[in-house]
């Protein structure tokens, strides 16, 4: 199944930026909801945000509101995520996904390699 493939991720400062973004090729997943998700070292994968197809709706975790902003350019079938005011407990692998709905953001594709996270304090 395609994967997605992520970038962006590095190292930042405590209240730095980053830009992740997700890509799929060949065309894959281009109208569907896609989201962002992220693991920490020993911790479960969770959910961070995501944006229907037309990019006009977005939902967050409650963690990341009003740090972090996802878009997506559909003629460039990529994903961002814009990271602000990065905390220390924002490290973490951070992958993409297409996803069934804002309503539910159960996976509907394969994960990719993702993009390492790491804010230092």
């Known amino acids: 199944q395609v994967q997605p493939v992520e970038s962006g991720g590095g190292l930042v400062q405590d209240g730095g930026s980053l830009r992740l973004s997700c890509t799929y090729p060949?065309?894959?997943?281009?109208?569907?909801?896609k989201a962002w998700f992220r693991q920490a070292p020993g911790k479960e994968r969770e959910f961070v945000a995501a944006i229907g197809w037309r990019g006009e709706s977005t939902i967050y975790a409650v963690s990341v509101k009003d740090r972090f902003t996802m878009s997506r350019d559909n003629a460039q079938n990529t994903a961002y995520l814009q990271m602000t005011s990065l905390k220390p407990e924002d490290t973490a692998v951070y992958y993409c996904?297409?996803?069934?709905?804002?309503?539910?953001?159960?996976?509907?594709?394969?994960w990719g390699q993702g993009t390492q996270v790491i804010v230092s304090s």
């Open positions: 060949r065309r894959a997943f281009t109208f569907e909801t």
């Open positions: 996904n297409a996803v069934r709905g804002l309503g539910d953001t159960t996976v509907i594709g394969s």
